[in-house]
T-cell receptor
Framework: GQNIDQPTEMTATEGAIVQINCTYQ??????LFWYQQHAGEAPTFLSY??LDGLEEKGRFSSFLSRSKGYSYLLLKELQMKDSASYLC??????????WGAGTKLIIKP | ETGVTQTPRHLVMGMTNKKSLKCEQHLGHNAMYWYKQSAKKPLELMFV???????ENNSVPSRFSPECPNSSHLFLHLHTLQPEDSALYLC????????????????FGEGSRLTVL
């Protein structure tokens, strides 16, 4: 079956670094997405990886290892506004997105 | 207006009511989606429309009925719902269905919070 696993909740301190992991099992693979969703708001696109390696975009970076079925989202210099849920989604051979349940990130001062 | 707009933002209905959710996208996209989001569960894809044609219907009960009159508007008609249908219903759009022509980034509306009594 197809599955995405990510931690339910994480806590980190303002100014620190946090890594949110995601493991995936999909029928075929056409890339891995990360979305951010603040409480009561729409999910917004953060990143897309289809090749192995790290992609950096400001304070946020996303990593993919296709051989391990593994990705992570790295958030640096955490700010209070980074408190949100982070959704991992893998695209299968039919380009259907398989979603994880999301990781709620709590930032403490 | 820009982006994806959903109305109403909140809806409370009884099990015998009939109501509709509306979604409008101002991005010129060709594909539109309905997702169901329940607490601590993955997003569930309900319906996909590509160029106004329904391409996916993921075993959704018939009490949910989608309508796509044009590529900018999407409706979800609701009737005789059950309490377990209470959830956040998210509309999304993308340039094309799947990853054709781009990264397949989805643009979401803020959702319609539905409570079925």
């Amino acid at each position: 079956g197809q599955n995405i696993d990510q931690p339910t909740e994480m806590t980190a301190t303002e100014g620190a670094i946090v890594q949110i992991n995601c493991t995936y099992q999909t029928s075929g693979f056409n890339g891995l997405f990360w979305y951010q969703q603040h409480a009561g708001e729409a999910p917004t696109f953060l990143s897309y990886n289809v090749l192995d390696g790290l992609e950096e975009k400001g304070r946020f970076s996303s990593f993919l290892s296709r051989s391990k079925g593994y990705s992570y989202l790295l958030l640096k210099e955490l700010q209070m506004k980074d408190s949100a849920s982070y959704l991992c989604a893998g695209a299968d051979s039919n380009y259907q997105l398989i979603w994880g349940a999301g990781t709620k990130l709590i930032i403490k001062p | 207006e820009t982006g994806v707009t959903q109305t109403p933002r909140h809806l409370v209905m009884g099990m015998t009511n009939k109501k509709s959710l509306k979604c409008e996208q101002h991005l010129g996209h060709n594909a539109m989606y309905w997702y169901k989001q329940s607490a601590k569960k993955p997003l569930e894809l309900m319906f996909v429309y590509n160029f106004k044609e329904q391409t996916e219907n993921n075993s959704v009960p018939s009490r949910f009925s989608p309508e796509c009159p044009n590529s900018s508007h999407l409706f979800l008609h609701l009737h005789t719902l059950q309490p377990e249908d209470s959830a956040l219903y998210l509309c999304a759009s993308s340039q094309d269905y799947g990853l054709a022509g781009g990264t397949g980034e989805l643009f979401f509306g803020e959702g319609s919070r539905l409570t079925v009594l």
